[in-house]
């Protein structure tokens, strides 16, 4: 079946813009993850949905950043008036439940370049 | 604060060779241990994972092993081949979930 798909897969903006970044689960993952990754860095979780829960906001770096999940599928992260320092490769991941039999399965991410 | 430390950032073997990825935690909740693989271009895919209620596991030619008096737990690939080519990370996380937290990853080379 289907992967995690976001798009665009790249983004080139200027600073100051807002960005849109979206990510299309897999249909029936109700887990939904917001990674960054920074040139030849680790991974740095952002945010986390889980069903209808509050989200987990614990890893967004600034206020500038925000994201939703509407209807619990698909999501979007916005990131306002971007910064140099956004740019990276943003990773969103979904897992069908939160337990140790459900890896997280990634998308392939969106490239932001801020200039 | 990294709580999780991976070592080395890179690594270069020769076909045939045992790479090993060693990773090390603070957090004592920490109860379960992935690896992750990425190619270029791609999102990372789950390799393999340990809870610490085993020493080692075997997946193919790829093993962990992990020592929960030290906190650390390491990846060797066995046999290694030139497709082994990526980048590798290690990641932990507690309380049954899997809100991951990751180490900053080995970029391994594997010549012909």
């Known amino acids: 079946g289907a992967g995690v798909s976001q798009s665009p897969s790249n983004k080139v903006t200027e600073k100051g813009k807002d960005v849109e970044l979206r990510c299309d689960p897999i249909s029936g993952h109700t887990a939904l993850y917001w990674y960054r990754q920074s040139l030849g860095q680790g991974l740095e979780f952002l945010i986390y949905f889980q069903g209808n829960s509050a989200p987990d906001k614990s890893g967004l770096p600034s206020d500038r950043f925000s994201a939703e999940r509407t209807g619990g599928s698909v999501s979007t992260l916005t990131i306002q008036r971007t910064q140099q320092e956004d740019s990276a490769v943003y990773l969103c991941a979904s897992s069908s439940h939160v337990s140790y039999n459900s890896p997280l399965h990634f998308g392939n991410g969106t490239r932001l370049t801020v200039t | 604060q990294q709580q999780v430390k991976q070592s080395p950032q890179s690594l270069i073997v020769q076909k045939g060779g045992i790479p090993i990825i060693n990773c090390a935690y603070e957090?004592?909740?920490?109860?379960?241990f992935p690896w992750y693989q990425q190619f270029p271009g791609k999102g990372p895919a789950l390799l393999i994972a340990i809870r610490p209620d085993v020493s080692e596991k075997k997946e193919g030619r790829f093993t962990i092993s992990f020592n929960k008096s030290a906190k650390q737990f390491s990846l060797h690939i066995m046999d290694s081949q030139p497709g082994d080519s990526a980048t590798y990370f290690c990641a932990a996380s507690g309380n049954a979930g899997n809100m991951l937290t990751f180490g900053g990853g080995t970029r391994l080379m594997v010549k012909p």
């Open positions: 957090n004592t909740a920490f109860d379960y």
